[in-house]
């Protein structure tokens, strides 16, 4: 049986194809789990030293300098882009643009793609422009 | 008197159940304020989180001293409030759709409901405080 690879598959039950628009969308609540549990604590950690001084906030330098947690900060970089651009996505989609096969795909791709380019060059400026200098 | 109900034949409301009735009709309406709510906010933490990252990558340096300074400023402190209080309202949103989506037991749903709202009020007021202690504490020694 032949099928018409330009029309989508019904989503029954267990008969359908992976895409990218499943990604992102998988990937949009991914992240903004991540940002939310892990960015989220970061971040009040962060204001919390600050507000407590000098020996607070050299603790939380201290893991933030951390060679491991370099991992956290990219990973929540990253979150940050990929939950960034597949919101503005979703914003177009929510005014009712955007849902024709071709441009679906296409943003759902380009968002994935973009998020890792812009983590790339934030990490590319940090360690080669702004430690170097 | 037919049971099946038929739309000429409104459901006998009593006087005293009207109110019940109109707050139903309400909730549609506001579905859709929620909707709408839900991406003002998202648009404001957006907003908020693009002059955060800008801020940060202008700041000289991530030392106490540069990063105090920098929040005592009025132009720096007020956003930084807005952008945790809009943050922790669109992360709490963030998390109960996903609760409401992969949590089906009526009893756990409810706690991990509770705790995300709990967590996120306790967080948002803990940053919210210890912006403004930064913004109008005494130079920290």
Redesign the interface.
């Known amino acids: 049986m032949t099928r018409n690879p330009s029309r989508p598959l019904s989503p029954h039950l267990t008969i359908w194809k992976w895409g990218p628009h499943m990604a992102v969308s998988i990937l949009h609540r991914i992240t903004g789990a991540g940002l939310a549990l892990v960015g989220g604590a970061v971040f009040v950690w962060w204001l919390y030293a600050a507000a407590q001084g000098v020996e607070s906030y050299a603790y939380f330098a201290g893991w933030a300098t951390w060679k491991w947690a370099l991992i956290v900060w990219i990973g929540l970089s990253w979150a940050f882009f990929q939950h960034l651009l597949s919101g503005l996505r979703h914003f177009v989609m929510d005014v009712g643009a955007g849902y024709a096969l071709p441009v679906n795909k296409f943003w759902a791709w380009a968002t994935i793609i973009l998020a890792l380019l812009l983590t790339a060059l934030l990490w590319a400026y940090i360690l080669y422009w702004r430690l170097a200098a | 008197m037919t049971e099946a109900r038929t739309d000429k034949a409104p459901l006998p409301v009593a006087a005293e159940a009207a109110p019940a009735a109109a707050a139903a009709a309400a909730a549609g309406h506001e579905a859709g304020a929620h909707w709408g709510h839900e991406?003002l906010l998202?648009?404001a933490t957006?907003a908020l989180?693009v002059w955060l990252a800008v801020s940060l990558v202008r700041l000289p340096g991530?030392?106490?001293g540069t990063?105090?300074l920098w929040?005592r400023q009025p132009l720096a402190a007020v956003p930084m409030l807005l952008l945790?209080a809009i943050?922790?309202k669109h992360?709490a949103l963030?998390?109960i759709v996903?609760v409401e989506d992969y949590v089906h037991e009526a009893g756990a749903r409810l706690a991990w409901l509770a705790l995300i709202k709990f967590a996120a009020a306790f967080?948002a007021a803990?940053?919210l405080?210890?912006?403004l202690?930064?913004a109008l504490?005494a130079s920290?020694?």
Do not use: N, P, W
Request: with cysteine; hydrophobic share 60%.
């Open positions: 991406r998202s648009a957006f989180f991530f030392d106490h990063v105090t929040l945790v943050t922790f992360l963030g998390l996903v967080a803990l940053a405080f210890c912006v202690k930064t504490g920290a020694g």
